[in-house]
């Protein structure tokens, strides 16, 4: 456990928070570092890397490379291993219920905001939504003024071609650069200081109907990027680019031949139905491959010493199962490729001849497990599907496979095969209205990322409890328009809510606690070593739960639905925080359907990102008129009101 | 991109699915719009739809008042429907009109204009963001199936409300006597040469269409 803020000591450190604030740069130093406030100020210690004792479930272990500063936050999962776990501790079980708002950020574009917001050298750097405005805010200085504004100035053209909301999932920081795509099929590279564009590569062409929506994923000197279109009929591909020029290095399609796909003699899939020559060609009706999509929307996630990147590709196009016999490869399939090459290690199709646009997008989340009493090397994937896999990231067999969210489109799982045993009643045909086929489309878990904790070995994920009726109608396809098909009716599963927040052991397979939410959790997750965990619900509840009990410790209702990912980073003023936007939108709303289950006191949407402190304390807030000229307050209150406010 | 394809041309892609409405040939829609071709509107209606207020000119009724040949003829909204499927319209407009990708068609907001030529401009030339546009891939007749089945879901302007949806009147609002008086004095507008912010714009003539 990390520093607490003791009772006692509490107003001696804002009082000592007010000088340091009213003087930030020379009375801090005659004040000297003796304060009784100095532990609760520290920062955390660094754990690039922790096994964990006794307090872990699971004995996992968690490499946290590339081990960026511990107050800060560079890529949208933290770490290669996508943990977005962050060794910040000053908020805790004990005093997380006095989380309360330190400043806001509104940035005037509706839209679902679905990206975490990432913090380096004190500045704060958010993109919205389409038109994919980037901010760079100063979080040394009262007021978190805009330190610039990038606007990309993308194709409006985009916006219709978004299935779900024109939603960007963020920014990558790497070299004094920030990196990431735009939904007019570009990806962007802007100088962090300044603000001005450093490179634009082209990587698709919009009017086809591809975009871009996932958050780009640095290895090193590549930075990965992939498409979006499952329902435009896309050709889907992940592509690496040079971190400093754009320029594309490699580039592996989900569908095509062995070339096409990057499938050479290192292809060594554990299955042996994944292991004959072109599948990605001879596993669909007659050219289907061109338009067969397994667009790659998501997450990547890396291994250093394997030298292997993960990720998942999309449903296959169209959605309509009985115009694509076959087993569609490689849609919704888990790819491992070597980083430098692209060149496929592995490959593990979660659902064949996907019927119910199940995808196999979501993250994988890398974790050494003990299972069955060995280490194993794993990457643990909460698929659309409703299955919670645990697979060994270097040859990809699967070690756990059990449902964790509602499900009926399967009646078991064959572990020889590694294949969920279809329930026949379950598979949609074209003109037929299917009832009650759980989860829907949107699965029992969409893209929102899980968090993992090296305290207690286990994974946190916000997860769906939902069912749909779906009628397909054969789709033909045009380019520029949807090759879809699915038509659909969401609704609650059994118990009612829609939502549900829990905490898995992924070394047995099993969920350990969860709490139900009326509406969709569709927000990311947020692991702390203050063994607090955060999430956010669709109709605006911001919550904090104990990472071992799954008690609620804190909440508080937002201004718009939330379904972007928490982050927290230390201040110049030694303080954690917590950040979050708040602006419904993505799957969450894009069916009326959803919505319209209790549309009483749902949220409109929105696009504010709140930040929260203990106390709601901050550079931003306090008695006198507080400027962002340089961080202090300039007209200093009284010492004894610094408090009151 | 094939997008100027032929409707054949285009459902060549998938199965049979298209062969109802695209047998290549003399296929019974083409004869459908041969049929209908007399009672259409000239092609070029869209063409004179103007998409914002006219600046400094008379509010020409002419285009806008234009009626969709085919409104509330229960074959040509049928035959809409199956356009509507066929052409990937549900795909991002929903197969009950609610919208998702695209707007919603039932509800009482246009970005575009609700009046049925309006909706058959939308069809014919594209909208911005990412309507595409269909005029080179459907014949006119076509379009005004699609414009009678979404008129279907109810949610559309009719003609004699054109100016009425302009100006955002809503049935059973009050109108204050001032605005009352000027719309009654029913002066024609002046044309202007050369507008300048001291000129008055033309009042409205608040009259039905005829």
Known sequence: ?645 | MNLRATPCAIGIATLALLSLLCACGHSPREQTATRAMSALPSAAVGAAVPLGQLAGAPYSVAALSTPNPDHANPQAIEQGKQLYIQMNCAGCHAYNGKGNMGPDLTDSEWRYGGLPVQIYQSIFAGRPQGMPSWGAALPPAEIWKLVAYIQSFGGSVAVSDYEHARQGDQPGEQVAPEVQAEAQLGSPPVPLARPSPQTTMPPKSGKPLP
């Open chain 1, 1 to 645: 456990m990390d520093v607490h803020l003791k009772q006692g000591s509490k107003p001696v450190c804002r009082l000592y928070e007010f000088h340091r604030r009213a003087a930030f740069a020379w009375f801090a130093l005659l004040m000297g570092t003796s304060s009784s406030c100095d532990q609760p100020q520290k920062p955390p210690p660094n754990r690039p890397s922790v096994t964990v004792g006794s307090g872990s479930l699971t004995g996992a272990t968690l490499n946290f490379a590339p081990n960026d500063p511990p107050g800060e936050w560079h890529s949208q999962a933290r770490d290669y291993a996508n943990t977005r776990y962050s060794p910040l501790g000053q908020i805790n079980t004990d005093n997380v219920g006095k989380l309360r708002i330190a400043w806001t950020f509104s940035d005037a574009t509706l839209g679902g905001h679905e990206a975490a917001p990432l913090v380096v050298n004190n500045t704060m750097y958010l993109v919205t939504p389409f038109p994919d405005v980037l901010y760079a805010l100063d979080v040394s200085k009262a007021g978190e003024p805009v330190k610039w504004t990038f606007k990309p100035n993308p194709s409006p053209i985009a916006k219709g071609k978004a299935c779900c909301d024109t939603v960007n999932r963020g920014v990558a920081y790497v070299d004094g650069k920030l990196i990431y795509n735009l939904l007019d099929d570009h990806t962007v590279a802007v100088d962090a200081k300044t603000g001005k564009q450093v490179w634009r590569t082209k990587m698709g062409n919009v009017e086809t109907g591809e975009t871009m929506t996932m958050a780009p994923f640095v290895v090193g000197k590549k930075v990965l990027v992939g498409d979006s279109g499952g329902e435009l009929g896309v050709w889907g591909w992940v592509a690496a680019l040079d971190v400093d020029s754009g320029k594309e290095l490699w580039r592996a399609y989900s569908t095509g031949s062995d070339k096409q796909v990057l499938i050479g003699n290192d292809f060594k899939p554990f299955y042996d139905r994944m292991k004959r020559k072109d599948l990605g060609v001879s596993t669909w009706p007659a050219g289907m491959w061109k338009h067969g999509a397994g667009s790659v929307w998501a997450w990547i996630s890396y291994d250093p010493q394997l030298n292997l990147i993960y990720y998942g590709t999309s449903n296959p196009s169209p959605r309509v199962p009985d115009q694509r016999p076959g087993d569609n490869l490689w849609t919704s399939t888990i790819f491992a490729r070597d980083a430098d090459t692209g060149m496929a290690r592995w490959a593990y199709q979660t659902t064949p001849h996907d019927r119910w646009d199940y995808d196999a997008v979501n993250e994988n989340i890398l974790m050494d497990l003990p299972i069955d009493g060995k280490i194993r090397k794993t990457l643990v994937h909460f698929d659309r599907n409703a299955y919670a896999y645990t697979i060994d990231r270097v040859s990809g067999e699967v070690l756990r496979a059990s449902p964790f969210a509602y499900q009926n489109w399967s009646s078991g799982f064959d572990m020889k095969t590694a294949l969920p045993i279809v329930n026949p009643n379950k598979e949609p045909h074209p003109n037929v209205k299917l009832m009650n086929v759980c989860p829907p489309d949107i699965g029992g878990k969409d893209w929102q990322p899980a968090a993992a904790s090296p305290r207690t070995g286990l994974v946190y994920a916000a997860i769906f409890n939902i069912c749909m009726d779906v009628t397909d109608h054969p789709a033909s396809y045009i380019p520029s328009t949807p090759y879809d098909g699915m038509d659909m009716h969401r609704y609650p599963a059994p118990g009612g809510n829609l939502g549900e927040f829990m905490a898995w052991n992924p070394a047995t397979g099993k969920k350990v606690w969860s709490v139900k939410e009326t509406y969709m959790t569709m927000s990311g997750v947020l692991a702390t070593a203050g063994d607090v965990v955060f999430y956010g619900t669709a109709d605006g509840w911001f919550r904090a739960v104990d990472a071992r009990s799954g008690k609620v410790l804190w909440s508080q209702r937002l201004g718009s639905g939330i379904i972007g990912q928490p982050t927290t980073y230390q201040g110049p003023d030694n303080r954690q925080y917590i950040a979050i936007y708040a602006g419904v939108g993505g799957a969450a709303t894009v069916r009326a359907d959803v919505t319209a289950l209790k549309p009483i006191n749902f949220p409109p949407g929105g696009n504010t990102l709140y930040v929260f402190s203990i106390d709601g304390d901050s550079m931003s807030s306090g008695p006198g008129q507080l400027t962002e000229s340089d961080g202090v307050s300039a007209t200093p209150p009284e010492a004894g009101n610094s408090t009151e406010h």
